[in-house]
Structures are given as C-alpha cells and as structure tokens.
C-alpha cells in the first residue's frame, strides 16, 4: 500500500491509499523535533486500532516544513524499507512543469494542488486553498502551475488581531448574519468572515480578468465550507484534493519510471 503524507506549517496529514481509494487518513501536528521513530509509533498504533494489516511499501511526501522530512525519510528507511518519493525534489518528476519565473522555488502543496486539480476538474482552474496560509493557485489549459497569490491565513489574521490588540479577545471563525457587529466578538468575527469573503471573491475576479478565459474556482482546506455560506465563491469543494494530488504525481512517476 501507499502512504501519501502532507506536510503543512500547522498540521501533516497521513493517509492510506490501497490502489483504489483512501482507506484511512489522520491529522496529527507538524513538530520538526518528532523523530522518525515517533512518527512510526503514532501511525501504527492508529493503523492497528482501526484493523489496517497490510504493509506499506510505498511512501510520497509533500513539505512545506524541511525539517520535518528528515525525519520522515528516516521512519520510512528504517520501518518500510523503502525511499520515499519527495514532491519538489529533483528526483520527483511532475505531469506538467510550472512556468514562472526563472530561479523561482514553486512551493510543493502548490504543485500537488495543481496536479490534483488538473485530473479532476480539466484546466483553466483556481485552487483555493485555506492553510495556514489563503493559496490561490492558477493551473493552465495544459496543467501547468503558472503563478498565483499568499494572502496570510484566516486563523493566522485572527491570532495576529488577537496578540496585537491587548483588548480584543481571542475567537472563532463563524459566519455572522449581520455585517454590522453590536459587540466586539460579533465585530471581530464579520470582520474576518465577510473580509475573506471579499478577499476571495476579489483575487478570483482580478485572476479571471488577467487570465481572460472562463475558469472554474475550486477549493480546498478545513474553513472552506464555511466561506461557501457567505456566498457562491467555488464551483467545487473538494477536501481530499491535495492527497489526490500527491496519487497522481507518484502514479506518473511510476508510469515514467522516475521511481
């Protein structure tokens, strides 16, 4: 079987993929300082506990955290005996290479997005995705990644809010039915649930504009639900679209023997 592993500032998520579907897939919080032996512990123990027998024999990972992958090429070295496929890395071969500017490092979730996108919904695409940063991500009419936007994170902005304004309390996203706030939790919480709204509505349209050809808005991330009740921003929610990506490219490298 295959473990499919991605690597964000805030969480890494493991999932399990038996050549038709994921089996199972768990969140678990990016440490750099968890060793690889850790790692291994944590995931077999949930494997057993949800009666998962069979052995992994083959591991693909996206990072956004370097220093984590260390220890994760350790834990499959020395418990699957086997090397992992890295997405970013030279070695790792992608259906279609970004075009942007030379020198420039195109962030691995963003390709694993894009190849996922691609499969599944065709080109002419913009992935939104909530992460510890809002993505926007442009995948051409051939599935090339070909440039996009970082706006900082909904939850990023809220802790900011919070530890920089000593009087403004610490809350939770949540759309409000009203614009207007007549108390400061319900302020703070129209303010980042409708300015992302707007946020994202704006950066589509001005992505449109630019590209000037019809596109499909898809997206991706734990808080993505929540902003599509505020209004028809996506033509697609799709949760498992970053894992999807990460099958689609080992699958190509195995198909190119680049693996």
Same mark, same amino acid.
């Given at each position: ?6 690597c964000g ?101 963003? +390709?694993?997005?894009? @190849? #996922? /996108? ?10 939104v995705d909530? &992460? $510890?940063? %809002? ?25 900011? +809010?919070?530890?920089? @304004? #000593? /009087? ?12 207007? &706030? $007549?108390? %400061? ?46 209004? $028809? ?11 999807h990506g ?14």
């Amino acid at each position: 079987m295959l473990l499919a592993i991605d690597c964000g500032n805030t969480n890494t998520v493991f999932s399990i993929w038996d050549g038709k579907d994921f089996i199972a897939t768990w969140r678990t919080s990016s440490e750099h300082t968890r060793t690889g032996d850790q790692y291994y512990v944590w995931l077999v123990t949930l494997m057993s506990v949800h009666k998962i027998d069979a052995g992994i024999t083959e591991v693909v990972i996206s990072s956004t955290v370097p220093r984590v992958v260390f220890n994760l090429r350790v834990m499959c070295d020395r418990y699957f005996n086997c090397r992992p496929l890295v997405v970013g890395n030279a070695e790792c071969a992608l259906p279609t290479n970004p075009r942007v500017d030379e020198g420039t490092t195109v962030g691995p979730d963003r +390709l694993v997005n894009t @190849a #996922a /996108a691609f499969d599944r919904y065709g080109g002419d695409v913009i992935v939104v995705d909530f &992460g $510890t940063a %809002t993505t926007f991500d442009v995948v051409a009419e051939d599935g090339a990644y070909i440039g996009g936007v970082i706006a900082p994170g909904v939850n990023l902005s809220l802790q900011a +809010l919070h530890e920089a @304004a #000593a /009087a403004l309390p610490h809350v939770d996203v949540r759309k409000t039915q009203k614009v207007i &706030g $007549t108390n %400061t939790v319900d302020c703070m919480q129209s303010g980042v649930f409708w300015g992302y709204v707007g946020l994202v509505r704006g950066i589509c349209d001005r992505i449109k504009a630019e590209y000037v050809r019809p596109m499909k808005v898809i997206a991706t991330g734990g808080l993505a639900p929540l902003f599509q009740q505020g209004d $028809t921003l996506f033509d697609h929610f799709d949760e498992f679209l970053t894992m999807h990506g990460l099958i689609v490219i080992h699958q190509y490298n195995k198909d190119t023997g680049s693996t």
